[in-house]
T-cell receptor, first 112, second 113 residues
């Protein structure tokens, strides 16, 4: 069974731009979570989606948003990029909300 | 103070050594405890999953949870150079509809051949 896939793998943007990242969960998984990983803050929870609805949200500004489609694929969007948004963005999928999460390889975003 | 504390290392051990990795936490609501391994430029890979207190063994890996002390451990026996990675502890509570994971900062491990 294929794992979680994320596209693109690498991205370079400039301050003020916006970016959209994509995540395809493991087949059959209906829950998708997003995390930001930085050397200073480690892995931090962004939000979780299940059945196209956001079920939980971490402590990030409104510039960070996401959505989930009917096929469980998910996208996250960051608007008005700041230098501090440079990070590895990880997507994790699980069968349901209370199930074990499996991570994708991440999208490495660099904001210049 | 962070909810989950983990010694960042780095930790270097010779091949064949027993490795002990630890995390402490402050949130008594945490019920689910996990260890992830992350290789450089890769996503975290689930190694061990434990519910509540006790021990769990899987091959060379043993996870221990002591909820009374709010302390979890991962032991790696007969460590191999391929075990060189960053090890992240993660935990979540049973309340709420979502399984939001709170991670430790990760311990960087190098196993020297």
């Amino acid at each position: 069974k294929a794992g979680v896939t994320q596209t693109p793998r690498y991205l370079i943007k400039t301050r003020g731009q916006q970016v959209t990242l994509s995540c395809s969960p493991i087949s059959g998984h209906r829950s998708v979570s997003w995390y930001q990983q930085t050397p200073g803050q480690g892995l931090q929870f962004l939000f979780e989606y299940f059945s196209e609805t956001q079920r939980n949200k971490g402590n990030f500004p409104g510039r960070f948003s996401g959505r989930q489609f009917s096929n469980s694929r998910s996208e996250m969007n960051v608007s008005t990029l700041e230098l501090g948004d440079s990070a590895l963005y990880l997507c994790a999928s699980s069968l349901g909300l209370q199930e074990t999460q499996y991570f994708g390889p991440g999208t490495r975003l660099l904001v210049l | 103070q962070k909810e989950v504390e983990q010694d960042p290392g780095p930790l270097s051990v010779p091949e064949g050594a027993i490795v002990s990795l630890n995390c402490t936490y402050s949130n008594s609501a945490f019920q689910y405890f996990m260890w992830y391994r992350q290789y450089s430029r890769k996503g975290p890979e689930l190694l061990m999953y434990t519910y509540s207190s006790g021990n769990k063994e899987d091959g060379r890996f043993t996870a221990q949870v002591d909820k009374s002390s709010k302390y979890i451990s991962l032991f790696i026996r007969d460590s191999q150079p391929s075990d060189s990675a960053t090890y992240l502890c993660a935990m979540s509570s049973s309340s709420g509809s979502a399984r939001q994971l709170t991670f430790g900062s990760g311990t960087q491990l190098t196993v020297l051949p």
